[in-house]
């Protein structure tokens, strides 16, 4: 659940732009013969209605109906008592509570005379909804339509990596903040510290793992800090993710080297069990990529994965010799090369 303010500034995203991802979305739709096309948005995976609409919801789970022409619909399982602020925070006006998603929207495009409609980005709509939608459409047909969520830029556009950006700074300043020195504080307060400052930046949600030298970062507990701690954050500003992960104690000539380090390890192409297996028989280093995708936090990528051009990927390298050193930063992908955010 969202436990940070979630609002919408024109000036900062807007309308015009919003509009923009909508007719991409509508092309396709003509292209392909479909009337409609379905997303599905919910806390754990709410990318391309956000993207879209900048719905961003902080609990539970809605249906996005967008026409071909005509106004989009939001079919949302929360009660009526949100939906000024839904409307205040995003650019949907036609806001309806459903307790059966899939059910209501294919009344809805039943009654708009649908007859083909496209479900966008089906891999993330649950099935209940699918089938729902599929046996109360009965005069229609509902077809997977993957090239809707295939034609946005989502997570990679100028727009989408401004907004990264700035969700980076949010846990820059929270760590400039915090200070290298932590030496006999608990890990708990180190993390509310952190946590505190991101929020009162307005970040959405945060998630800050802090450990001793000599230990993976976790949850807190309570335990005291020695001059060298590792932090790892991750901060979601308007359903923007970027990863930050840092050595606390450590030189700031040692954070430079690293930072410069990461960048080579985020470079596409390459599978992430080779760029492990080099790190590791160099010095040993152990390397972690991440991916964030559909405007999620991070998803560890398994060994065979590669990066892509056009992917968000963070990557965290950690070194027990010579000093216990544990960073991680994030970058967009692009075909040059990896660019930090």
Request: with cysteine; aromatic share 6%; net charge neutral.
């Amino acid at each position: 659940m969202k436990r940070g303010l979630i609002e919408w500034d024109p000036s900062e995203l807007p309308a015009a732009t919003l509009a923009g991802r909508v007719a991409r979305v509508r092309s396709v739709l003509a292209e392909r013969g479909l009337d409609a096309a379905v997303f599905y948005t919910s806390v754990a995976q709410p990318g391309i209605v956000r993207y879209l609409t900048h719905f961003l919801p902080y609990w539970n789970e809605g249906l996005l109906v967008l026409p071909r022409e005509g106004e989009p619909t939001l079919f949302v399982a929360l009660s009526n008592r949100v939906f000024p602020w839904i409307k205040g925070s995003s650019t949907l006006q036609d806001v309806r509570a459903s307790r059966n998603l899939g059910v209501d929207a294919a009344r809805l495009l039943a009654e708009r005379g649908a007859a083909r409609v496209g479900l966008g980005d089906s891999g993330s709509i649950p099935y209940r909804v699918i089938e729902e939608l599929r046996s109360n459409l009965a005069d229609g047909q509902v077809v997977d339509a993957p090239e809707l969520a295939a034609r946005l830029c989502l997570g990679a556009d100028a727009d989408e990596l401004r907004l990264r950006g700035h969700a980076g700074r949010i846990a820059a300043d929270a760590l400039a903040a915090l200070g290298p020195n932590v030496a006999g504080r608990t890990d708990s307060a180190v993390a509310g510290q952190l946590d505190g400052a991101m929020r009162l930046n307005r970040a959405e949600d945060t998630l800050v793992l802090v450990g001793p030298a000599g230990r993976w970062p976790g949850l807190p507990t309570g335990i005291t800090l020695g001059e060298r701690a590792h932090v790892v954050v991750q901060v979601e500003y308007k359903g923007h993710w970027v990863l930050t992960g840092r050595t606390l104690g450590a030189s700031a000539d040692a954070a430079a080297a690293w930072q410069a380090r990461l960048a080579t390890l985020a470079a596409p192409g390459r599978a992430v069990g080779a760029l492990a297996a080099e790190a590791r028989a160099h010095d040993g280093t152990e390397v972690y990529v991440y991916r964030s995708g559909r405007g999620a936090p991070f998803t560890a990528l398994d060994e065979r994965d590669a990066l892509v051009a056009g992917d968000v990927a963070a990557v965290l390298a950690y070194r027990a010799a010579d000093g216990d050193d544990l960073y991680g930063a994030t970058f967009a992908v692009e075909p040059a090369g990896p660019r930090p955010i």
